[in-house]
């Protein structure tokens, strides 16, 4: 690997910016896509129970990959400020001390989960059939989570080193895997939902071997297993890894509680909150992809101290999550007939999605917003700053406001409720980030010294990456928030 891998230091960062979140957009969109297919095959088998099942499912199975995201964020952090400080073999180190520690959180939860699945389907208002399908496609998928664990993690090391393209390949032919082999499942071998979770897994294998395989062999980027350089890089990992995790669980708490707010009105109305959560996805997954490229750029430029080039892109990237949000949004507004066509919705599950489109979808451009902040908190050192804002959300910003709007309007009322805390902590957020970036810029924030072993060095100036106390928060997305899976 080459000090050439540094290639965000130089050149317009509005370029990067869209370079990075188009070609990543691509691999999410392809993979969001396949979620959106799960979803119209499921429904084409004529049953509310199976589409409502594939959504409770996917509450689930949204923390676990949450989790993973927040293992792949400290990756993206970690590797690019190596890179940006031209320490090579201090990024191999910790590339592959990242993909370790990721495969066993994953692991870990998604043994628990497994074990537990009745009780927390139960917990967000599945039951009956619903809750028996749901059951079968969680016992087939949850499985295979540490395999994604990995394939988040070597993609987010392809994105430090700022191979956007490889990276969007990597998901791309998960997405095409996964397509190849929904129909094949679902109809031909008549396994409805879980011939769904099985094509998924197959899709996570692939995603794995196409990310980890150039990380090897084009970048260099892991270096072989050393149980003394884990133990001496886990501390800066977990520093940034649990606030991650944190910030990016508190997002399926959320929907778990949306979820069972809309659960107490029917499965119709969950059948049709399924859907939106498989459209989503796929609109705004420049978004989800944004928050994702942002990372590396700060964090190369962060680490090689050009914060001006940090300030240029923040700002930025606002720019591209408005304006993107707008025009998705009159985009839903006209075409959000085809969707309740499509999707073959009738009465309450037509409803929600409608209401969607029509009034909570420009929401996002404060959800756009959040994601921004949350990534750029976490590459600026700040990563509690994140996890306090997105717990806020999923606490203060979702239990008070769904519960009023479902008291009030009904179903409808749960995702306006959403909506208006998405909005206030979106504000908040934007307004946080803009404090701490002329802090940055006025220089009174400066890279912390102290005497530990484990700092990084930056340019010949001591770097605390993993100063858990004093440190604050952290995030993404997306990927996924968001989902990347």
Same mark, same amino acid.
């Given at each position: 690997?080459?000090?050439?891998?540094?290639?965000?230091?130089?050149?317009?960062?509005?370029?990067?910016?869209?370079?990075?979140?188009?070609?990543?957009?691509?691999?999410?969109?392809?993979?969001?896509?396949?979620?959106?297919?799960?979803?119209?095959?499921?429904?084409?088998?004529?049953?509310?129970?199976?589409?409502?099942?594939?959504?409770?499912?996917?509450?689930?199975?949204?923390?676990?990959?949450?989790?993973?995201?927040?293992?792949?964020?400290?990756?993206?952090?970690?590797?690019?400020?190596?890179?940006?400080?031209?320490?090579?073999?201090?990024?191999?180190?910790?590339?592959?001390?990242?993909?370790?520690?990721?495969?066993?959180?994953?692991?870990?939860?998604?043994?628990?989960?497994?074990?537990?699945?009745?009780?927390?389907?139960?917990?967000?208002?599945?039951?009956?059939?619903?809750?028996?399908?749901?059951?079968?496609?969680?016992?087939?998928?949850?499985?295979?989570?540490?395999?994604?664990?990995?394939?988040?993690?070597?993609?987010?090391?392809?994105?430090?080193?700022?191979?956007?393209?490889?990276?969007?390949?990597?998901?791309?032919?998960?997405?095409?895997?996964?397509?190849?082999?929904?129909?094949?499942?679902?109809?031909?071998?008549?396994?409805?939902?879980?011939?769904?979770?099985?094509?998924?897994?197959?899709?996570?294998?692939?995603?794995?071997?196409?990310?980890?395989?150039?990380?090897?062999?084009?970048?260099?980027?892991?270096?072989?297993?050393?149980?003394?350089?884990?133990?001496?890089?886990?501390?800066?990992?977990?520093?940034?890894?649990?606030?991650?995790?944190?910030?990016?669980?508190?997002?399926?708490?959320?929907?778990?509680?949306?979820?069972?707010?809309?659960?107490?009105?029917?499965?119709?109305?969950?059948?049709?909150?399924?859907?939106?959560?498989?459209? &989503?996805?796929?609109?705004?997954?420049?978004?989800?992809?944004?928050? %994702? =490229?942002? +990372?590396?750029?700060? *964090? @190369?430029?962060? $680490?090689?101290?050009?914060?001006?080039?940090?300030?240029?892109?923040?700002?930025?990237?606002?720019?591209?999550?408005?304006?993107?949000?707008?025009?998705?949004?009159?985009?839903?507004?006209?075409?959000?007939?085809?969707?309740?066509?499509?999707?073959?919705?009738?009465?309450?599950?037509?409803?929600?999605?409608?209401?969607?489109?029509?009034?909570?979808?420009?929401?996002?451009?404060?959800?756009?917003?959040?994601?921004?902040?949350?990534?750029?908190?976490?590459?600026?050192?700040?990563?509690?700053?994140?996890?306090?804002?997105?717990?806020?959300?999923?606490?203060?910003? &979702?239990?008070?406001?769904?519960?009023?709007?479902?008291?009030?309007? %009904? =179903?409808? +009322?749960?995702?306006? *409720? @959403?909506?208006? $805390?998405?909005?206030?902590?979106?504000?908040?957020?934007?307004?946080?980030?803009?404090?701490?970036?002329?802090?940055?810029?006025?220089?009174?924030?400066?890279?912390?010294?102290?005497?530990?072993?484990?700092?990084?060095?930056?340019?010949?100036?001591?770097?605390?990456?993993?100063?858990?106390?004093?440190?604050?928060?952290?995030?993404?997305?997306?990927?996924?928030?968001?989902?990347?899976?």
């Amino acid at each position: 690997m080459s000090d050439q891998s540094a290639k965000f230091l130089e050149g317009s960062t509005m370029r990067h910016i869209l370079v990075m979140s188009g070609a990543g957009s691509v691999g999410l969109m392809a993979l969001f896509v396949v979620d959106l297919l799960d979803m119209l095959f499921i429904s084409m088998l004529g049953q509310v129970e199976l589409a409502a099942a594939v959504g409770f499912a996917g509450t689930l199975i949204f923390f676990s990959t949450s989790i993973s995201i927040g293992t792949s964020i400290a990756m993206g952090a970690l590797v690019s400020k190596a890179i940006g400080a031209k320490q090579t073999h201090h990024a191999r180190s910790l590339s592959t001390s990242v993909m370790f520690t990721a495969f066993f959180i994953s692991s870990l939860v998604c043994a628990v989960m497994y074990w537990h699945i009745p009780e927390l389907l139960a917990a967000i208002g599945a039951k009956g059939l619903a809750a028996e399908r749901a059951q079968a496609y969680l016992q087939i998928l949850l499985p295979s989570g540490p395999v994604l664990a990995l394939a988040m993690a070597a993609g987010a090391g392809l994105r430090a080193a700022g191979d956007a393209k490889r990276s969007m390949w990597a998901t791309l032919s998960g997405g095409i895997v996964n397509a190849i082999l929904d129909p094949i499942f679902i109809f031909v071998f008549d396994w409805n939902v879980e011939g769904a979770a099985i094509a998924s897994v197959f899709a996570r294998f692939t995603v794995l071997g196409f990310s980890l395989y150039p990380l090897i062999r084009v970048h260099q980027l892991v270096a072989p297993f050393a149980f003394s350089a884990w133990s001496n890089n886990l501390k800066a990992i977990l520093t940034i890894a649990i606030p991650a995790i944190i910030t990016n669980i508190a997002t399926p708490i959320g929907n778990a509680i949306v979820t069972s707010s809309i659960a107490q009105f029917g499965e119709n109305f969950v059948a049709g909150f399924a859907v939106i959560g498989r459209v &989503t996805p796929v609109c705004f997954a420049v978004i989800f992809a944004l928050s %994702g =490229a942002v +990372g590396p750029i700060i *964090g @190369q430029n962060f $680490g090689a101290e050009r914060y001006d080039r940090v300030k240029e892109t923040l700002y930025n990237s606002l720019i591209v999550t408005t304006l993107y949000t707008i025009l998705v949004c009159i985009i839903l507004y006209f075409v959000q007939g085809w969707i309740v066509i499509g999707f073959s919705l009738t009465g309450d599950a037509a409803l929600i999605v409608t209401t969607f489109c029509t009034f909570v979808a420009i929401s996002f451009v404060f959800n756009g917003a959040q994601f921004v902040a949350n990534t750029s908190f976490n590459n600026l050192g700040k990563p509690l700053y994140s996890t306090a804002l997105n717990l806020g959300k999923a606490t203060l910003g &979702t239990l008070p406001f769904v519960h009023f709007g479902a008291l009030w309007f %009904g =179903a409808e +009322g749960v995702l306006y *409720g @959403q909506a208006l $805390g998405s909005t206030l902590f979106g504000l908040i957020a934007t307004w946080a980030l803009h404090r701490h970036i002329v802090q940055l810029t006025e220089g009174s924030e400066l890279p912390i010294v102290e005497d530990d072993p484990s700092i990084t060095c930056v340019n010949s100036q001591p770097f605390c990456s993993h100063d858990a106390v004093l440190i604050d928060e952290v995030a993404v997305t997306s990927e996924i928030n968001e989902k990347s899976a």
